[in-house]
């Protein structure tokens, strides 16, 4: 059972402004009022400005943080766009290595990163949620599917099984505390949807927010980043994929097609496609690009007896679950479950 959180800021600093004040308040009190004792890491709330030029602090918290006997659960503030550089501060010198005990880590989005740094140490993850957009949502209460999975999370650990939500929510466009208690337009969700291969299919989850994915290989965001990924061996080589299902989300920017393309072929590349045993694609948010989504996916991955199930909600599209990764799963879009086995 979880008792101890800390909070992390790795990516965005933004916890620490003064206008979002308000939902941190929302968010701490869900927390405690869950029994949790928070404590938010050094450098987690000192702003934008601050976190983004100290990635060396984002390193410290993140290893103090491991470190740290009391601690039992390190959950992510929010993603962001550069968690990449920490790179040398937990790399050079096997600092997250030497530092990484067995935590529960919780986060998504640009975490994408950190998760696949942890992998690299040998540490089982967990995807899909995190403090601000989370605990801190701003509508009368959490999402009740998103609370299901936090809940079992801190009560027990781990995740048995997911099943698809029964609605989805539109995006937020403001949020001002005027919004505070007001729930977005919801509407049917449609479930799992296997877009080929065989319906039951297994192996252990990997993966993550495709734009995130897609800036491991592409420097148009930051130039620097395909040379630290590629420096520090952070994308698993084709190998480590064998038998991994690959998890793959869209984000907020909700990118084209022809990025989701590119993304897509920038993976082929990797050998990813040839070793994976499964593919499992998270709902877009509003539903954005589904199809085309969908379409690219059987086009590029270009194996039709390779199982790829659609519309999972996991990432962006509110609501979430959690994927663990690294536990051995098996994916039955015929019962609509995903169930984790030891």
């Given at each position: 059972?979880?008792?101890?959180?800390?909070?992390?800021?790795?990516?965005?600093?933004?916890?620490?402004?003064?206008?979002?004040?308000?939902?941190?308040?929302?968010?701490?009190?869900?927390?405690?009022?869950?029994?949790?004792?928070?404590?938010?890491?050094?450098?987690?709330?000192?702003?934008?400005?601050?976190?983004r030029d100290h990635p060396?602090?984002?390193?410290?918290?993140?290893?103090?943080?491991?470190?740290?006997?009391?601690?039992?659960?390190?959950?992510?503030?929010?993603?962001?766009?550069?968690?990449?550089?920490?790179?040398?501060?937990?790399?050079?010198?096997?600092?997250?290595?030497?530092?990484?005990?067995d935590k529960v880590f919780?986060?998504?989005?640009?975490?994408?990163?950190?998760?696949?740094?942890?992998?690299?140490?040998?540490?089982?993850?967990?995807?899909?949620?995190?403090?601000?957009?989370?605990?801190?949502?701003?509508?009368?209460?959490?999402?009740?599917?998103?609370?299901?999975?936090?809940?079992?999370?801190?009560?027990?650990?781990?995740?048995?099984?997911?099943?698809?939500s029964d609605v989805w929510?539109?995006?937020?466009?403001?949020?001002?505390?005027?919004?505070?208690?007001?729930?977005?337009?919801?509407?049917?969700?449609?479930?799992?949807?296997?877009?080929?291969?065989?319906?039951?299919?297994?192996?252990?989850?990997?993966?993550?927010?495709?734009?995130?994915?897609?800036?491991?290989?592409?420097?148009?965001?930051?130039?620097?980043?395909?040379?630290?990924?590629?420096?520090?061996?952070?994308?698993?080589?084709?190998?480590?994929?064998?038998?991994?299902?690959?998890?793959?989300?869209?984000?907020?920017?909700?990118?084209?097609?022809?990025?989701?393309?590119?993304?897509?072929?920038?993976?082929?590349?990797?050998?990813?496609?040839?070793?994976?045993?499964?593919?499992?694609?998270?709902?877009?948010?509003?539903?954005?690009?589904?199809?085309?989504?969908?379409?690219?996916?059987?086009?590029?991955?270009?194996?039709?007896?390779?199982?790829?199930?659609?519309?999972?909600?996991?990432?962006?599209?509110?609501?979430?679950?959690?994927?663990?990764?690294?536990?051995?799963?098996?994916?039955?879009?015929?019962?609509?479950?995903?169930?984790?086995?030891?």
């Amino acid at each position: 059972m979880i008792r101890n959180v800390a909070i992390v800021s790795l990516s965005s600093g933004i916890i620490g402004e003064p206008f979002i004040q308000f939902e941190v308040e929302i968010g701490l009190r869900r927390l405690k009022e869950l029994g949790l004792n928070v404590k938010f890491m050094p450098h987690a709330r000192r702003g934008l400005d601050y976190i983004r030029d100290h990635p060396e602090k984002r390193a410290e918290d993140l290893l103090e943080a491991f470190r740290d006997p009391e601690v039992d659960m390190i959950l992510c503030a929010i993603g962001g766009d550069d968690t990449y550089r920490l790179l040398p501060y937990l790399f050079e010198h096997g600092e997250l290595e030497n530092a990484v005990t067995d935590k529960v880590f919780l986060g998504f989005s640009d975490t994408t990163i950190n998760h696949l740094m942890l992998h690299k140490v040998g540490l089982n993850t967990f995807y899909g949620q995190a403090f601000l957009p989370d605990l801190c949502e701003i509508g009368p209460d959490m999402h009740p599917y998103t609370r299901q999975y936090f809940e079992e999370l801190i009560a027990t650990g781990r995740i048995r099984e997911i099943t698809p939500s029964d609605v989805w929510y539109e995006e937020r466009h403001s949020f001002s505390p005027d919004q505070v208690g007001t729930r977005t337009e919801s509407h049917m969700n449609h479930g799992f949807e296997l877009l080929q291969g065989p319906h039951v299919f297994k192996g252990k989850i990997l993966g993550g927010c495709i734009d995130s994915l897609y800036d491991f290989f592409n420097g148009e965001r930051y130039a620097d980043m395909p040379a630290l990924c590629q420096k520090y061996h952070i994308f698993p080589d084709a190998e480590d994929w064998k038998g991994r299902i690959l998890l793959l989300e869209t984000s907020e920017e909700k990118p084209s097609p022809e990025k989701y393309r590119k993304a897509l072929e920038y993976l082929k590349e990797t050998g990813v496609f040839d070793s994976a045993a499964g593919i499992l694609a998270g709902k877009p948010m509003d539903e954005v690009y589904a199809d085309e989504y969908k379409e690219l996916l059987v086009k590029v991955v270009d194996k039709p007896a390779l199982p790829i199930v659609f519309n999972i909600n996991v990432g962006h599209a509110m609501p979430r679950c959690i994927v663990p990764f690294g536990v051995n799963a098996v994916v039955d879009a015929e019962k609509q479950t995903i169930r984790f086995v030891d």
